[in-house]
């Protein structure tokens, strides 16, 4: 039997409408590509075998925890290894929400005011109906709401 080409994919070629990495096959999946090792061995580094025992309350994580006996428990136990997925993701947002937060913002150009230092006029005549004005409050041009010509 001749060798036919493998794809990249372990063997698997993918058919089509199958999308051709791992990740765009499951892209709002957050554990996908995270193995049960990498999971269990995070939560305890973070919380401690007594505090993950506590946490969720099975004999791998009290009584002599390691991470050998834990995956072997959690690969034969789908309501455990839910478990632990789940503490997983909750530790994921819980670091995130700690972290200070990151802005892009492109930095200032020098001698460039932002525009929320400049205070906006709001039109607060019946007829205005929460219209703000276009021009900031100061500025040449500018009309109060019941100073506008009709």
Not at 25 to 45: C, D, R, W
Not at 121 to 130: E, F, R, V, W, Y
């Amino acid at each position: 039997m001749p060798d036919l080409p493998r794809s990249e994919s372990h063997g698997v070629s993918s058919g089509p409408g199958e999308a051709s990495s791992p990740k765009a096959s499951q892209p709002a999946n957050p554990l996908h590509g995270i193995t049960l090792e990498t999971m269990v061995t995070a939560l305890a580094a973070h919380y401690g075998w007594d505090q993950l025992g506590q946490r969720i309350a099975i004999r791998c994580f009290i009584s002599e925890p390691s991470v050998a006996s834990s995956l072997k428990f959690l690969r034969k136990t789908p309501w455990a290894r839910d478990k632990v997925e789940g503490l997983y993701l909750f530790m994921l947002r819980e670091a995130r929400r700690a972290a200070p937060p990151v802005h892009n913002y492109p930095p200032a150009r020098a001698g460039k005011t932002a525009s929320a230092d400049v205070p906006v006029q709001l039109a607060t005549s019946p007829g205005d109906k929460g219209r703000i004005e276009a021009e900031p409050a100061g500025q040449a041009g500018f009309l109060p709401p019941d100073s506008r010509p009709s």
